[in-house]
């Protein structure tokens, strides 16, 4: 058979009839691509040098290979040879592996990255070292890639695209080395793919493949489809009202000196951080330095505001909403980026200028379902979400490519870079650096940063310690460092001292004895009179006990008690925080008089205000970051609470000189944080009679980071010692990891790889009764605790099932029901990733049948889940009261 004759299928039908042949595949993707390189930022765009547009239309070349056309018995049958008889199944069958290692041939060493990141086009990066010389044992031998049946095929398809795209492969260098960059690429190849792999503009057609058309009719069709498409997704047409000053940007507000000076500096792309107090308006500087951003010379578009939990994520993206609603000249979309996302109706919002407002519904068929997936979301131009979705594309989860690309170029906002352990952090610094390479700006905000943690942030930029300014616990406050490129690309960075208009604030403090029973009286005397008194702990366990303590003498009249923490299910939690959230909010309407018990879900990024607050001993940082919940707005106190007031809860440390006798007194805290830190904060703290704010800020921070001059014991000497040990084994865990090309996951779930946790977690699945089965054995009928009730069917897979499921789970530490596995029933493993099943029975949560519980599990809507060890069996070992360190 002549070599012209042969027509590579690329895709089928599900009946397994060729229906795309590869020719038109790769002409599809490459007018993708190519339409897709018109629309971006000139500060992305430039990254991607020429022949771009034919490495992606080539970047399934693999699929002309035996291993991949032997997988379609019609074309197999069709084109048999005897000198494969039998072989089809013993040659390579990932068709990327064989891309990597064909375009790996066609280029030199210089320009490896582009084989790679054409391997890893789908979200894997099959392996990053090229295939040896032919001849030489390895992955792939001659016979693989000097195919005589295959080969020309292959040479001929690159004919075919180079001479359509009037370009080759491309020839600036991409060394291996250039990991960000690579990944970056493979990102773009990918999107351009699923965009030309889009059945609704790219349909499958077994009577084209038969009968092909010809080669400038089919580059003519591909071309206006790929334009179709993307004027049919609205990507990359992001329009900006020019000059806006911030008054039209946020009306009715003047900016403060924070806001504008980092407007100002903003005028240049690169990193900027923002050390401001709490409640200062940091959000709305960052903002307000997006929107000068994308008003500069280099096209920078876009934004992704990126917070440490979902709660905070989801109440920043409201506030996006409404911000892009002032400063847009166009309809675009907004997406929330986060594990639980898809539980949302509203996590892709269209927004639109006209809409009072600012959102506009759509029909189920518009642009945004696309944009729906976690993995998708982040190519949409706006979002807010969780740190840990801009994090998987540092790490080695699948299609970390498509965040790495859905990232470059934007204005990235890194919301309360302060509270990540060490492993987080350095995964926050080595985006950093990915992001500042792939041109994006980088707003980094913290009212408590420590010089530390500023300098392993500006060392992203790749400038030498000697270079950094000097930074001191006298250095001013509020206060932003900047880093941007010079004419000549060099980093430099400067400091810029932000006047603060506003009087120092005095906080009076108070410290009592973290089992002195009168705290509890006195905060429901000051809910009595009117104030609403917030209490933070720092584990449930101790959330939950406190709310019970309180509940037991409250009478009937009392203000109310309520409880927000991490273990209620979705629906429970959602009621909690949007009831507790606008009552403590700015507009109200505020109860005269209430007590809210919570855990570090209101620690930050969280807009409550408190007359009192009463709070567990915690790192220093984060305890002024509790006192930020603290008059944070200008409103009417009850009497007696015109004065700021927090209440500190101390561990019994007096006398406690020995490892483990500090440990002892410092109880689950110490499982929460490091204990040489809580001990330096008690030292700090302890006696302290006020502190200003912000004034107070920065020294106390120091000082309590800061080293000893001399140990006070040996016990408080081997708590460092063992912090270091654990911070360093950390960073080290977190680089190792960060290598996207030696390691490979099949996952992106957000917290895979992301957060460090020493204690197993695992989802319980809450229900009201027993599963009914029904008549016929077809499915099950399952009631939930909020009333709802859902038909499970016995087959098949449902979306607004899986919905229903999942706003019914509880994540708890996996000790606690261990031995429940193998009581769960079929259907859980089908919609749920590692859950077990419990049903609620008198308050009590029960597994499906009889196993050993060492520990019980109590369920009330206002105290959510509880876990207790049961007395009536011998627990397992010791484990941590709560669900991991820092």
């Known amino acids: 058979m002549i070599q012209e004759e042969i027509t590579f299928w690329a895709k089928t039908l599900p009946d397994g009839q060729p229906a795309l042949s590869l020719r038109d595949h790769c002409l ?152 960000a960059r690579i990944v970056f690429l493979t990102g773009f190849m990918t999107f351009a793919d699923w965009l030309g792999s889009n059945e609704a503009f790219f349909p499958l057609d077994p009577a084209a493949f038969e009968r092909p058309l010809p080669l400038a009719e089919a580059a003519s069709l591909a071309r206006a489809r790929a334009r179709s498409e993307l004027d049919w997704l609205g990507w990359g047409r ?72 979902q709660l905070t994520s989801e109440r920043i993206f409201e506030r996006l909403a409404g911000f892009l609603a002032h400063t847009l000249a166009g309809s675009d979309l ?191 005397k000051a ?47 959602d009621e909690l925080e949007a009831r507790w959230i606008a009552a403590l909010g700015k507009t109200g309407p505020r109860p005269s008089g209430c007590i809210l018990i919570a855990t570090q879900v209101v620690e930050q990024s969280v807009d409550i205000d408190a007359d009192l607050l009463v709070s567990d001993l915690a790192p220093t940082d984060l305890l002024f970051q509790r006192f930020g919940r603290l008059h944070r707005h200008q409103l009417k106190r009850p009497p007696g609470f015109a004065t700021p007031r927090a209440v500190i809860l101390h561990p019994p440390m007096e006398g406690k000189a020995e490892e483990r006798d500090i440990k002892t007194a410092l109880g689950p805290s110490g499982f929460v944080y490091p204990p040489y830190v809580l001990w330096r904060a008690h030292r700090q703290w302890h006696g302290q009679k006020s502190v200003a704010l912000p004034r107070d800020i920065r020294p106390w921070l120091e000082t309590s980071y800061a080293p000893l001059e001399a140990w006070p014991s040996a016990g408080v000497e081997a708590l460092h010692a063992e912090w270091m040990r654990k911070a360093e084994r950390l960073e080290a865990t977190a680089l190792a990891r960060a290598c996207r090309f030696k390691i490979q996951s099949q996952t992106d779930t957000e917290g895979f790889f992301t957060r460090w946790n020493d204690q197993p977690s695992v989802d319980v699945l809450l229900l009201a009764g027993p599963p009914e089965i029904l008549p016929g054995r077809e499915g099950w009928k399952l009631r939930f605790l909020d009333g709802q009730t859902i038909t499970l069917p016995a087959f098949g897979w449902n979306f607004d099932t899986a919905k229903a499921l999942h706003k019914n789970l509880v994540r708890i530490p996996r000790y606690a029901v261990s031995s429940w596995a193998s009581a769960n029933p079929p259907w859980a493993g089908e919609y749920l990733e590692s859950a077990v099943v419990g049903v609620v029975t008198d308050g009590t949560v029960l597994p499906l049948s009889e196993v050993p519980m060492p520990y019980l599990l109590e369920w009330n809507p206002d105290e959510g889940l509880r876990i207790e060890k049961n007395e009536k069996t011998t627990p397992p070992a010791h484990e941590p009261d709560e669900d991991g360190w820092w």
């Open 28 to 179: 599809n993707a490459g007018f993708v691509a190519q339409s897709l390189l018109a629309l971006l930022p000139a500060c992305v765009a430039r990254m991607l040098p020429p022949g771009t547009a034919v490495l992606v239309a080539l970047h399934d070349v693999g699929k002309a290979s035996p291993g991949f056309q032997g997988k379609c018995e019609a074309w197999k049958l069709k084109f048999e040879r005897k000198e494969l008889e039998g072989a089809w199944e013993q040659r390579e069958k990932n068709h990327a592996k064989v891309s990597l290692a064909i375009l790996g041939q066609w280029l030199d060493k210089t320009r490896a990255g582009y084989a790679i990141a054409a391997g890893g086009h789908h979200g894997v990066f099959t392996d990053y070292r090229l295939p040896p010389p032919l001849g030489q044992s390895g992955r792939f031998t001659s016979a693989e890639l000097a195919d005589p049946f295959f080969t020309p095929g292959r040479l001929g398809l690159r004919r075919v695209i180079t001479e359509i795209f009037g370009d080759d492969l491309p020839s600036e260098p991409l060394a291996k080395k250039s990991e």
């Open 238 to 309: 992001t329009e900006v009202r020019r000059s806006l000053s911030f008054g039209q940007i946020f009306p009715n507000y003047h900016p403060n000196a924070v806001q504008s000076a980092l407007a100002c500096l903003a005028e240049k792309p690169g990193l900027f951080i923002v050390e401001a107090p709490m409640g200062s308006g940091k959000t709305e500087a960052a903002l307000a330095a997006a929107y000068r951003r994308w008003n500069g010379e280099d096209g920078q578009r876009g934004l992704y505001f990126a917070l440490p939990t």
């Open 334 to 524: 907004a997406t929330l980026t986060h594990g639980s996302a898809w539980l949302r109706q509203d996590r892709v919002l269209k927004i639109h200028p006209s809409e009072p407002s600012g959102r506009e519904e759509g029909t189920a068929e518009d642009a945004r379902h696309w944009f729906a997936s976690s993995r998708q979301a982040m190519l949409a131009p706006f979002g807010a979400g969780t740190i840990d979705q801009a994090l998987l594309g540092v790490l080695p989860a699948k299609h970390c490519g498509l965040r790495l690309f859905g990232l470059a170029g934007k204005v990235v906002v890194i919301d309360e870079v302060h509270s990540y352990d060490p492993y987080t952090g350095k995964l926050v610094d080595k985006l950093v650096s990915d992001l500042l390479e792939l041109n994006a700006t980088v707003v980094v905000l913290s009212a408590t940063l420590t010089a530390a943690r500023k300098r392993s942030l500006l060392a992203c930029c790749g400038m030498p310690e000697a270079s950094l300014p000097p930074m001191s616990p006298e250095d001013p406050y509020p206060l932003i460092t900047s880093a941007t490129r010079d004419a000549d690309r060099a980093w430099a960075a400067a400091v810029t001292p932000v006047p603060w208009e506003a009087p120092s604030v005095e906080v009076r403090l108070e410290h009592r004895d973290r089992d002195d029973p009168a705290v509890w009286e006195e905060a429901c």
């Open 527 to 573: 809910a009595r009179q009117g104030a609403c008194v917030l209490i933070i702990r720092n584990t449930v366990a101790l959330a939950q006990e406190t709310w019970r303590r309180l509940m037991s003498t409250r009478s009937e009249g009392d203000p109310p008690v309520a409880l927000l923490h991490s273990r209620f299910p979705r629906w429970r939690r």
